[in-house]
């Protein structure tokens, strides 16, 4: 089982600004970003393609540096990657060429466990992700929805104060990213591990998040903070509640303007977001 | 033409086995039925395979006969030597040039001159630099090789997805754990089509550099049969040749699976 992260995990973006170079051209990416991720909750960010979402990952992951202002985990100024922060990537990062088994240990062993630790706790880890009659199946072996429990599995062994999911339940069908929403708040429940997820998906935001993050296209700032004091552990009838809703209403709006500007910039890959508000404004 | 179709369709074996019949009485045909004036001099395949399988064979080489084994022995050690000269050097010179921006920046445009020159080209360099008779033909039969699979290892690191060595740096991995496991096994399924080419490259290329030997091997017995105008010898050995080229192919596709059990599995999942 995972153990309780107590109070681990507190990051704090104070001023941050990154630039990058797109054909020769500087292009300012984050502006005098501050935001808090506060420990033990569940931060959801949200925002069109160009907002930066993926600059921010990197750095609080530690593969860039800030050209201005500072990130600190615990107080701690956050120079290069490490196990303290995992980053669950879009798709599935799993390494092919190895087992279900060895994909988890990779963390332990890269850290230099013994091997009976190493197995004690990856066999434990892949009980708690239900994989246990799974782990000498190569990954291209799973469903979708197994490999992203994998890649939890993966990233959980390390005991990390905070997790850094990035679309990690892009690409999965309907149904199986429903489940694999329930499944992580079950997780995230049992351990209040500090987690940052992004998405794309207004709703499974409202329904995962204790608070809501939405960036500004291009550069990213922070547009607002929705609070969502829905109560845990959430079933997916909260979607029919009138908080929810209220909520809901509240923050499709902001999100719109910011996707439709990222669109006006004929940025295509914003068409994502676009039509998956649609998609949701036409259901409401 | 519907029996047509299902011919084509047909398992392997079949289809493997009706294309050399077809290949073989158009070759018998040619040269012995037709008897087209380029084609005359060329033995029929029965001759050849009559030579090839005599007890007392009319030039003293066939299946029967010691010296036909030891100018296989010579060509197969020739081969290897080369052929593993080719993945030791090439796959460390891929991985490093895959993996260092830098290096590679200094040496691609060095290899990517280098790696067209025909093997014959380089033998004269050979005989000068380097000393004895078995150096120089195992180099000349390495050097095509070994760019081969130095450009197939590039490409095959180049394609490992970037998430992956993302993903390392964040789990703790050490530059040693990300070379032995990301870039090495990452970058496999190109290594071993590389060396699958490399492997034929060397067969091509051990003619040219038994030439140079003046004494065994398969390739040199090709010319000296040829200046003796036994051309069941020329045609028995370039089938000798084309039959062990395939059988390395096969064996490094065994081992190639045996390394890469995921890809199988792979394969099986869609």
Known sequence: MVEKAADKGHVVLNNVSKCFFEDEKKILCLDQLSIEIPPGQLTVLMGPSGCGKTSMINLIAGYETPDTGSITIDGEKITEPGHDRLVVFQETALFPWMTVFNNVAFGPKAKGLAEKDIKEKTESILETVGLQDFQDKYPTQLSGGMQRRAELARALVNEPSVMILDEPFRGLDAMTRELMQEFYLKLFDETKITTLFVTHELEEAIFMADTVIILTYKPGRVRKVVKVPLERPRHFSVSASKEYMDIFNDTIEILFEEAKKAFDHDDASSLDIIQSLKRNSDDS | ?270
């Open chain 2, 1 to 270: 033409m519907t029996r047509i179709k299902n011919l084509a369709a047909a398992p392997t074996f079949y289809a493997a086995l009706a294309g050399m019949i077809l290949f073989f009485s158009s070759w018998y045909f040619l040269t012995e039925t037709l008897t087209l004036p380029r084609f005359k001099n060329i033995p029929d395949p029965l001759s050849v395979v009559t030579e090839w399988s005599a007890i007392h064979p009319k030039y003293g080489v066939s299946l029967f006969t010691k010296p036909y084994y030891v100018d296989i022995l010579y060509s197969i050690i020739r081969t290897y030597a080369a052929f593993a000269g080719a993945v030791v050097f090439g796959v460390s010179l891929g991985i490093v040039m895959g993996w260092s921006r830098i290096l590679h920046n200094y040496t691609f445009p060095l290899v990517e001159i280098f790696r067209p020159m025909p093997p014959l080209s380089w033998i004269p360099l050979a005989v000068l630099v380097l000393p004895g008779i078995e150096l120089p033909v195992v180099f000349v039969t390495f050097i095509a090789a070994f760019f081969a699979t130095v450009l197939n290892t590039l490409l095959g690191v180049q394609s490992i997805n970037r998430d992956y060595f993302l993903a390392a740096k964040c789990l703790g991995a050490k530059p040693r754990d990300i070379l032995f496991h990301v870039v090495i096994p990452g970058s496999l399924p190109f290594i071993f089509t590389g060396l699958q080419i490399a492997m034929g490259i060397a067969w091509m290329s051990i003619v040219a550099g038994e030439i140079i030997a003046g004494q065994r091997g398969l390739g040199y017995y090709i010319y000296e049969a040829a200046a003796l105008f036994q051309y069941e010898q020329v045609i028995m050995y370039m089938f000798t040749l084309g039959f062990l080229g395939y059988v390395s192919s096969v064996a490094i596709r065994y081992v190639g699976n045996l390394l890469m059990a995921w890809e199988e599995a792979k394969r099986k999942a869609r």
